[in-house]
């Protein structure tokens, strides 16, 4: 391992930092936003459920508002008091933040970002967990749904394209350089579709409006690192001696669900592994993330299209499903505030399920945050040391740069990226594709 201990956990105690514009503006305005959303639910409540229902609706305007004080005003961050089989796990571990600072407190400024940050969103599900009525209600989906409705121009345009390669796969004697560099255009799209973040702009539109198949050769001099020929050789090696099972942790719902639908779907034709494994969010989380529930509706939004080509797809698509080609997992871990080195002992099943991978790909921003332990590490860190010994399965992180830590780089590649723009670790302008193997891990 590198001589370097572990530094600080990003914070908004840090003011002038991202983290600190985050927890004082960002969040509270995502909070006002759903605040807005349950509150023009009210006469469509009513109607359905008459005056119980309305009473719940006003009782959970009233949590997130009284929430939203909690945070503006530094209070004391509080136990998590619904029934979900989480509860314990958080309020737990609330006791361990505060164990960490020396006064024994936790309050939203002044504890780790990544924690306060995911303790909003399960308190926004705890608003609604305590109704009886209105408990399943999401109120992120009507934004999740426009972002996939208003993104269908880039959707048709990739999956022509994926079309295409179908075509291009069943040619005889297909140069493995050809496949290969199918195989790192698909990636690319999966990584630059995780531009399409709601929570990153507060939750206001945030869209692919045009092909990014066009964007490629534009966006690659912002990719800081790109391991992608390092996750082609293992799958390459893996395919001689097994059936290859490939596993994508997703991240945001809408274009970016669809182009990591597509590099699945392309791995599949390419024959180049055999079982996907699609791990969604349980809950409502971070404003676009990807539930079951919006995978379903995602493909019966296709299946119900007047484009021939989306509904083909969605055909093609749901009958993976159906077969178990694809097969979606759910699982609490996902939307806890630990880091993934806690992975092991907290969900020691997910992490037992996860080696079973030869491959997994974590999509964006909030996974790699998770996978860094969310600190405040050099740039020029490795990869392998922030990870700090989680390594079910050899994995590659796919992630527009949303927050401001990024570790890898090579000497003087930041302070480049600096020089060219100020915001350059938090606008989803610049990427990377990084890999870990099992080997590198224990180096």
Not at 45 to 53: D, Q
Not at 139 to 165: C, D, G, N
Request: aromatic share 10%; net charge negative.
């Amino acid at each position: 391992m590198e001589d370097e201990g572990v530094p600080d956990s990003l914070s908004a105690r840090f003011k002038g930092t991202f983290a600190y514009d985050t927890v004082k503006d960002r969040m509270p305005q995502i909070l006002t936003k759903v605040i807005d959303t349950v509150h023009r639910q009210k006469a469509q409540v009513h109607e359905k459920l008459g005056n119980e229902g309305s009473g719940e609706l006003k009782a959970i305007v009233h949590r997130l508002s009284k929430l939203r004080n909690e945070m503006q005003t530094d209070k004391q961050v509080v136990p998590i008091e619904d029934a979900r089989s989480d509860v314990q796990t958080w309020n737990s571990y609330l006791e361990t933040e505060k164990q960490r600072n020396s006064d024994n407190s936790c309050s939203w400024f002044t504890s780790a970002w990544l924690y306060v940050e995911c303790y909003m969103y399960r308190r926004i599900q705890e608003a609604f967990e305590l109704s009886t009525l209105l408990s399943d209600m999401d109120p992120f989906r009507e934004q999740k749904q426009t972002a996939l409705r208003s993104s269908e121009e880039a959707v048709i345009a990739l999956l022509m394209h994926l079309q295409h390669t179908h075509k291009t796969l069943s040619q005889k004697n297909l140069e493995q350089a050809s496949l290969q560099t199918l195989f790192e255009e698909f990636v690319e799209v999966a990584l630059w579709g995780n531009k399409c973040d709601l929570s990153i702009s507060a939750g206001h539109d945030n869209f692919q409006t045009s092909s990014v198949l066009s964007q490629l050769d534009t966006l690659r001099p912002y990719l800081l690192v790109n391991n992608t020929a390092d996750v082609w050789q293992t799958m390459q090696l893996a395919k001689k001696t097994r059936c290859v099972r490939l596993d994508i942790v997703l991240d945001n719902a809408g274009f970016e669900l669809i182009t990591d639908l597509c590099l699945a779907d392309f791995l599949l034709a390419a024959k180049l592994v055999d079982t996907v494994y699609l791990h969604p969010k349980s809950l409502p989380w971070f404003v676009s993330d990807v539930t079951h529930h919006d995978i379903r509706w995602t493909l019966s939004q296709l299946l119900e299209s007047d484009k021939q080509i989306l509904v083909d797809f969605g055909r093609s698509w749901q009958e993976k499903l159906d077969q178990g080609a694809w097969v979606v997992k759910e699982h609490d871990f996902w939307t806890l505030p630990h880091d993934y080195s806690e992975m092991q002992a907290t969900a020691p099943d997910l992490y037992t399920e996860l080696a079973k991978s030869d491959l997994i790909f974590f999509k964006g921003d909030l996974n790699y945050r998770k996978l860094t332990g969310d600190r405040k590490w050099r740039h020029t860190t490795s990869y392998k040391t922030a990870l700090q010994g989680f390594l079910p399965a050899p994995h590659c992180s796919l992630r527009t740069l949303k927050a401001d830590v990024v570790v890898g780089l090579e000497v003087g590649q930041a302070e480049t990226a600096q020089k060219a723009r100020a915001d350059w670790m938090v606008s989803g302008t610049y990427a990377v594709i990084q890999f870990c193997n099992v080997s590198q891990a224990v180096m």
